[in-house]
């Protein structure tokens, strides 16, 4: 690293009964933005892997939670783990006010790509994380809903969650065909690659799925300038 560079730590929660494989994903991630910082470190870093994250982050590093909601590992576990290292850590990526608009046009990207006509019976479900813990994860997805909702009109958007009311198999009961289900996760763990596929399954769900959104079309691009945005709010803090 030249002495102009900056750094940037990208973190996810990762896998803690297998954190190799998410560690791998996630630097393919920072790879991919490296692409659009290139005067900057792009490094990565998942919370399950034990010391990674502090061994990786150095004084004045921009931190990027590649996090859906500002819940538990973000608000919590994120500040405690760094506690002893001056750094600045960004808005997570599910609430990046940019995000609802590239997602939308990766729904009209499908249903152009499945020739469905623009009828009122095309329907989005987000298939969110939710959480027994608090609030914040279904307010990330709420949210996000109510801004995708402008950006696809004669869609109806829906969500389903894997931790809460309401189910994701009781959300996509009965859906029409013409519906696409988009997974409103940042990586595609567990919940992505086994709950969400069996709750859809059980719901006997006729639509397609799309990428999990943290691998949409436009994702490095947005996270890169989300890095460069939280540089320039804290180059004299």
């Known amino acids: 690293m030249s002495q102009s560079q900056r750094t940037a730590v990208i973190t996810a929660h990762g896998q803690p ?10 630097a ?18 998942t919370l399950a892997s034990p010391g990674q994250l502090e061994a ?8 990027y939670p590649f996090f859906m909601s500002r819940g538990w590992f973000t608000s919590k576990v994120l500040p405690e783990r760094l506690s002893d290292i001056p750094c600045h850590v960004a808005s997570p990526f599910g ?9 939308a046009q990766a729904v009209l990207q499908s ?19 939710g959480s027994a813990r608090g609030p914040k994860a279904a307010e990330a997805a709420e949210a996000f809903a109510a801004q995708l909702r402008p950006h696809l009109p004669g869609w109806t958007v829906s969500i389903g969650y894997v931790e809460q009311a309401p189910r994701l198999a009781e959300a996509a009961r009965q859906l029409p065909p013409g519906s696409l289900c988009l997974p409103f996760f940042a ?14 399954e059980d719901a006997g769900f006729s639509g397609q799925v799309l990428p999990v959104t943290g691998a949409l ?12 945005r939280t540089a320039l709010e804290n180059q004299d803090a």
């Open 56 to 63: 990786t982050v150095t004084p004045g590093a921009i931190i």
């Open 187 to 200: 990586q595609a763990g567990d919940h992505v690659r086994q709950d969400i596929p069996e709750a859809l």
């Open 95 to 103: 609430l990046d006010p940019a995000l609802p608009q590239l997602a």
């Open 17 to 26: 009964s297998a954190p190799a494989p998410a560690e791998a994903d996630l």
């Open 111 to 129: 249903a152009k790509e499945l020739a469905w006509p623009a009828t009122e019976d095309l329907h989005l479900l987000l298939a969110a994380h």
């Open 28 to 45: 393919a991630v920072a790879q991919a933005v490296s692409a659009f910082l290139p005067d900057w470190d792009v490094r990565s870093a």
């Open 217 to 228: 079309t436009g994702v490095p691009q947005l996270i890169a300038k989300a890095i460069e």
